[in-house]
């Protein structure tokens, strides 16, 4: 059964197309296999996806991808340090390496500044 799309899905769809897709030329705004105007980026209603977004763009939110598939939609946490929503795997904190290194770095400036002030011991 289809619905319409949210505000928010059809923005993230659009962060996704723009930012990700292999197939989507930003100079023209096509879809380049096809030489027209990509198809999801007008998506106003679940159901069909271009092919190429739903296997290769969709799984890189989660969330968005439960939500659009009618899947169980997983429980999503919120990256402290970009503030990225993503599916924690194990003790995971941080939606990617980049963001564990900015978390740890954070982390050892405040330690090191309570220890040049002497309240570290």
């Known amino acids: 059964m289809s619905r319409e799309l949210t505000t928010g899905e059809r923005a993230a769809i659009r962060l996704l197309v723009v930012k990700s897709c292999a197939n989507y030329c930003g100079h023209y705004r096509l879809c380049l296999p096809l030489d027209t105007g990509c198809y999801m980026l007008g998506k106003w209603w679940t159901g069909a996806y271009c092919k190429y977004f739903q296997s290769a763009v969709l799984p890189l939110d989660p969330v968005l991808e439960a939500a659009l598939l009618g899947q169980d ?3 999503a946490h919120v990256c402290p340090v970009c503030g990225r929503p993503f599916v924690p795997h194990g003790k995971r904190a941080y ?3 980049p963001c564990q290194r900015e978390a740890d770095r954070r982390r050892a400036r405040v330690r090191m ?3 040049r002030n ?3 011991a």
């Open 95 to 97: 939606c990617s390496p």
């Open 73 to 75: 939609v997983p429980e």
């Open 118 to 120: 002497g309240g570290g």
């Open 113 to 115: 500044r309570k220890m």
